[in-house]
């Protein structure tokens, strides 16, 4: 077994010689310490390197239940030092305060004297932050709006500059996703844009901004995840395209990020046949189903390794998703994916207490197995441990930090969330609005003191971001009178009309994910109030309630753009690309505030359509064009 004292030693003999010579440590002997490091380790400890679970919630012994995992202890300790675990992934529940994650990881850490951890987290910026004390930023699309290769700079370096004062050392970002089906349920707006070469340059930008803060950059989820129509978090999504096609369009952002040196990336868990047909006996129903990317050494060896020249480390999608569990199982899908040319399996396993530990226990024990039968050569393994220690030893993270806990903890609480990045995240959100409509210039709305404006919103937390945007305005429009109204789940009634009849100005957001009214010869059938069609019915209702009455509407969208088309009829729509409130007393996105903004004139939209917006009514027509966007005051086009 590789003993720690062998390891500090060796890892102090390459600093010496970098501290010596000036510099940082020369390709050569940092090679040759990684080396040293490999030899000396046991099959074990290879095996725990490419493990990497989470303890996402934990109950410790004589706990009623699993609760969110903030405060290191032993147990979890034990399992790391146990597996000789190479890395963990957090997710919300353990990074609920800044001083909280910071001793959180620096427990972690000392968990594993003899090599340091991986400590990921999946932190995009925008509806996917973990987070709850951090910058959350606009996200992907509304950068991809902003078309600012400079603002996608900013957002990998103010999550660069914020996880690693944290502790964290790999970001499971950003999604170089080309989004080109609208009816994408998972993808979104974490995807920059529909065109290949916008995901790329601000990809790559992000990217750059991550490495600028020695935070190891993620691509996902390859080889494409953008046109699917299946959430592989409940199933297994396919994408029929030929291999053309998916040269040059789905590969293009990946290749330029392999290009331009990404650390690592991420497998998706969908169904590629161009490039593998293979089939598998799923578990769940005996049926036949095609390999996904993430188990496919056509796809990863082949396509990713020898075609695209990556050398860094490729990392699972989360192996816990239905795609992948339902259909191969815990053991065979992460010796599958190993097998297959992954370095890291992801979740592999699921452990949430002591009790629990056989799930992991049994991995890990599948891998040995498979290594020690010659399934999965120890070629192999030793090619991927040696990937993620010259990774490690890259970023820093072999590097012994004696950086005492209370210094860390001062340094983070001065980075995490400041105000120059709450700033800056605003400026970006700003100029990422899109209008994408304003009849008989209906914006910026020029109310009157003691005016009464409506604010309606799916969920209450989006709600009260809204009404406190209004209220944070300057001048007369602080004075005005307003009122919120959560929708979700309910039918329009007589009650939401007079709310309407009594408003000078109606606001509304929509939160649809995927398109879905009921059309009739080219027409939207209102007459369908069912409360299980609220997220279109409902705001449908009140935008023509609202112009039958000729009060002042605006629709904003607060999701996929896509749905701004269910309003062919409104004369103001705008679109915003996030959908996340106020809650526990902050806004956990800028981007309602500047939506909220524009649309009373305090600042101007400059935003265009970073996707096409088909027309709901007519499927085959384009409704808003990729690159659409008004000028608020003269109602042209943007240049």
């Given at each position: 077994m590789i003993k720690k004292k062998w390891v500090c030693a060796t890892l102090a003999?390459?600093?010496?010689?970098?501290?010596?010579?000036?510099?940082?440590?020369d390709k050569v002997s940092a090679e040759t310490d990684v080396n040293a490091i490999l030899e000396g380790m046991s099959v074990d400890e290879k095996v725990g390197q490419m493990l990497m679970p989470d303890f996402r919630n934990w109950q410790k012994q004589g706990e009623s239940k699993a609760t969110g995992f903030t405060v290191m202890n032993d147990e979890v300790g034990s399992i790391i030092k146990k597996y000789h675990l190479g890395g963990v992934i957090l997710f919300a529940e353990n990074v609920v305060g800044t001083e909280q994650t910071a001793r959180l990881t620096d427990g972690l850490q000392k968990a594993s004297p003899e090599l340091p951890l991986f400590i990921t987290i999946d932190q995009e910026g925008g509806i996917v932050t973990r987070l709850q004390t951090g910058t959350n930023l606009p996200g992907n699309m509304a950068l991809g709006a902003a078309r600012s290769e400079k603002y996608a700079y900013q957002t990998g370096e103010i999550i660069g500059k914020e996880l690693s004062s944290l502790g964290v050392s790999v970001n499971f970002g950003p999604a170089l996703d080309v989004n080109n089906n609208p009816g994408n349920p998972v993808i979104g707006v974490r995807s920059f844009s529909s065109n290949p070469e916008l995901v790329s340059k601000l990809g790559i930008q992000t990217i750059k901004g991550l490495q600028s803060q020695n935070m190891a950059a993620t691509t996902k989820h390859f080889p494409g995840h953008g046109d699917t129509a299946v959430d592989s978090h409940y199933g297994l999504?396919?994408?029929?395209?030929?291999?053309?096609?998916?040269?040059?369009?789905?590969?293009?952002?990946?290749?330029?990020?392999?290009?331009?040196?990404?650390?690592?990336?991420?497998?998706?868990?969908?169904?590629?046949?161009a490039f593998d047909d293979t089939t598998y006996t799923s578990k769940k129903d005996g049926q036949e189903i095609m390999v996904p990317a993430t188990l496919s050494k056509k796809v990863l060896s082949g396509l990713l390794r020898e075609e695209m020249g990556f050398e860094g480390v490729i990392v699972t999608d989360a192996l816990n998703m239905k795609a992948i569990a339902d259909n191969f199982g815990q053991e065979e899908a992460v010796v599958l994916a190993l097998k297959s040319g992954v370095d890291i399996a992801l979740m592999p396993a699921q452990v949430n207490s002591l009790q629990m530990e056989g799930n992991l226990s049994s991995v890990f024990n599948a891998v040995k197995e498979a290594i020690e039968t010659g399934n999965l050569p120890i070629e192999q393994v030793n090619n991927s441990v040696q990937r993620i220690l010259e990774l490690k030893e890259k970023r820093g993270i072999l590097t012994p930090d004696n950086t005492q806990i209370d210094e860390k903890v001062e340094n983070a609480l001065n980075v995490v969330g400041n105000q120059d990045h709450l700033k800056k995240e605003k400026k970006m959100a700003e100029d990422a609005v899109t209008l994408l409509k304003n009849e008989d210039k209906t914006l910026p709305f020029k109310p009157k003191k003691n005016d009464k404006v409506l604010v309606l919103a799916p969920f209450a937390d989006q709600v009260e971001a809204m009404a406190r945007s209004i209220q944070e305005l300057k001048g007369k429009k602080k004075e005005v009178k307003v009122t919120g109204y959560a929708f979700s789940g309910k039918s329009f009634n007589e009650d939401v009309a007079a709310m309407i009849d009594e408003a000078d100005y109606v606001i509304t957001g929509s939160y649809v994910v995927k398109n879905d009214p009921a059309v009739n010869d080219g027409v939207i059938d209102d007459s369908i109030?069912?409360?299980?069609?609220?997220?279109?019915?409902?705001?449908?209702?009140?935008?023509?309630?609202?112009?039958?009455?000729?009060?002042?509407?605006?629709?904003?969208?607060?999701?996929?753009?896509?749905?701004?088309?269910?309003?062919?009829?409104?004369?103001?729509?705008?679109?915003?690309?996030?959908?996340?409130?106020y809650s526990n007393g902050a806004y956990r996105q800028p981007n309602i505030p500047a939506g909220i903004k524009t649309i009373f004139g305090e600042s101007k939209p400059k935003g265009k359509l970073p996707v096409d917006i088909p027309s709901v009514t007519h499927p085959d027509e384009i409704l808003y064009k990729f690159g659409h966007g008004l000028n608020i005051r003269s109602g042209k086009q943007l240049k």
């Amino acid at each position: 077994m590789i003993k720690k004292k062998w390891v500090c030693a060796t890892l102090a003999a390459v600093l010496s010689v970098s501290v010596f010579a000036g510099s940082k440590p020369d390709k050569v002997s940092a090679e040759t310490d990684v080396n040293a490091i490999l030899e000396g380790m046991s099959v074990d400890e290879k095996v725990g390197q490419m493990l990497m679970p989470d303890f996402r919630n934990w109950q410790k012994q004589g706990e009623s239940k699993a609760t969110g995992f903030t405060v290191m202890n032993d147990e979890v300790g034990s399992i790391i030092k146990k597996y000789h675990l190479g890395g963990v992934i957090l997710f919300a529940e353990n990074v609920v305060g800044t001083e909280q994650t910071a001793r959180l990881t620096d427990g972690l850490q000392k968990a594993s004297p003899e090599l340091p951890l991986f400590i990921t987290i999946d932190q995009e910026g925008g509806i996917v932050t973990r987070l709850q004390t951090g910058t959350n930023l606009p996200g992907n699309m509304a950068l991809g709006a902003a078309r600012s290769e400079k603002y996608a700079y900013q957002t990998g370096e103010i999550i660069g500059k914020e996880l690693s004062s944290l502790g964290v050392s790999v970001n499971f970002g950003p999604a170089l996703d080309v989004n080109n089906n609208p009816g994408n349920p998972v993808i979104g707006v974490r995807s920059f844009s529909s065109n290949p070469e916008l995901v790329s340059k601000l990809g790559i930008q992000t990217i750059k901004g991550l490495q600028s803060q020695n935070m190891a950059a993620t691509t996902k989820h390859f080889p494409g995840h953008g046109d699917t129509a299946v959430d592989s978090h409940y199933g297994l999504p396919l994408v029929s395209h030929d291999k053309e096609r998916l040269r040059s369009v789905e590969l293009v952002p990946f290749q330029k990020a392999i290009d331009e040196g990404v650390d690592m990336v991420m497998t998706a868990h969908v169904q590629f046949p161009a490039f593998d047909d293979t089939t598998y006996t799923s578990k769940k129903d005996g049926q036949e189903i095609m390999v996904p990317a993430t188990l496919s050494k056509k796809v990863l060896s082949g396509l990713l390794r020898e075609e695209m020249g990556f050398e860094g480390v490729i990392v699972t999608d989360a192996l816990n998703m239905k795609a992948i569990a339902d259909n191969f199982g815990q053991e065979e899908a992460v010796v599958l994916a190993l097998k297959s040319g992954v370095d890291i399996a992801l979740m592999p396993a699921q452990v949430n207490s002591l009790q629990m530990e056989g799930n992991l226990s049994s991995v890990f024990n599948a891998v040995k197995e498979a290594i020690e039968t010659g399934n999965l050569p120890i070629e192999q393994v030793n090619n991927s441990v040696q990937r993620i220690l010259e990774l490690k030893e890259k970023r820093g993270i072999l590097t012994p930090d004696n950086t005492q806990i209370d210094e860390k903890v001062e340094n983070a609480l001065n980075v995490v969330g400041n105000q120059d990045h709450l700033k800056k995240e605003k400026k970006m959100a700003e100029d990422a609005v899109t209008l994408l409509k304003n009849e008989d210039k209906t914006l910026p709305f020029k109310p009157k003191k003691n005016d009464k404006v409506l604010v309606l919103a799916p969920f209450a937390d989006q709600v009260e971001a809204m009404a406190r945007s209004i209220q944070e305005l300057k001048g007369k429009k602080k004075e005005v009178k307003v009122t919120g109204y959560a929708f979700s789940g309910k039918s329009f009634n007589e009650d939401v009309a007079a709310m309407i009849d009594e408003a000078d100005y109606v606001i509304t957001g929509s939160y649809v994910v995927k398109n879905d009214p009921a059309v009739n010869d080219g027409v939207i059938d209102d007459s369908i109030q069912d409360s299980s069609k609220w997220a279109t019915a409902f705001p449908r209702a009140v935008m023509k309630t609202a112009e039958a009455k000729n009060k002042k509407f605006v629709l904003m969208s607060l999701r996929n753009p896509y749905d701004a088309a269910n309003f062919e009829e409104a004369k103001a729509v705008l679109a915003v690309y996030g959908f996340k409130g106020y809650s526990n007393g902050a806004y956990r996105q800028p981007n309602i505030p500047a939506g909220i903004k524009t649309i009373f004139g305090e600042s101007k939209p400059k935003g265009k359509l970073p996707v096409d917006i088909p027309s709901v009514t007519h499927p085959d027509e384009i409704l808003y064009k990729f690159g659409h966007g008004l000028n608020i005051r003269s109602g042209k086009q943007l240049k």
